[in-house]
């Protein structure tokens, strides 16, 4: 399995230290209130557990199920809710927590999406940014790493549904890379 990591990113301890640190900024914004964070699936399940750890605000968690790749190493741009929320969000305060933003479209979409259910708060906090790769300008408020245009694989993220449970970020070896990318 670690045959298809071409370099290690961002490691384990690394990876823990700056999530505990997000989890003071967020328990410090939302001191006095209750927060709601809503995790992407199925990568931001690792960075969501996690976070919620280091928060000490209440809070309650729910999930939203996200297609824009499919097996492809690119969005398609096209967005496709495959679970929403079972928790109504109308008056809310909401932290959408999502692995990586690459072109910004998913999240925009989402974002849209959200908004229009009317919480009393909507902001994002990501492990992951690629600027270099943005379509689409989103506000987010918390971020982890900004990193290389690299498609990165581990702690959450995944290629072809592969690589999710390694305790690090990595970049995927360019010999796996499918022809194109």
Do not use: W
């Not at 919620?52 to 690119?74: K, L, N, Q, W």
């Not at 999406?113 to 909507?122: K, Q």
């Amino acid at each position: 399995m670690h045959g298809a990591v071409g370099e290690i990113l961002i490691d384990e301890e690394r990876l823990q230290s700056r999530i505990r640190e997000l989890g003071d900024e967020v328990s410090a914004d939302y001191a006095g209130r209750d927060l709601l964070l809503i995790g992407v699936l199925k990568g931001a399940v690792f960075f969501l557990a996690d976070l919620m750890r280091h928060v000490t605000v209440p809070c309650e968690i729910d999930f939203m199920a996200i297609s824009s790749y499919g097996a492809s190493t690119d969005s398609s741009g096209v967005v496709r809710i495959l679970k929403d929320l079972d928790i109504n969000i109308e008056g809310r305060n909401v932290l959408i927590v999502e692995d990586i933003i690459d072109s910004g479209l998913t999240l925009s979409y989402l974002m849209r999406n959200l908004e229009s259910r009317e919480p009393a708060s909507l902001e994002v906090c990501c492990l992951l940014t690629k600027p270099e790769r943005r379509e689409i300008d989103v506000s987010v408020r918390y971020v982890g790493f900004e990193i290389p245009n690299k498609f990165v694989i581990g702690y959450g993220l995944d290629f072809a549904e592969r690589y999710r449970n390694l305790p690090y970020v990595g970049v995927l070896h360019a010999e796996l890379m499918p022809e194109g990318t």
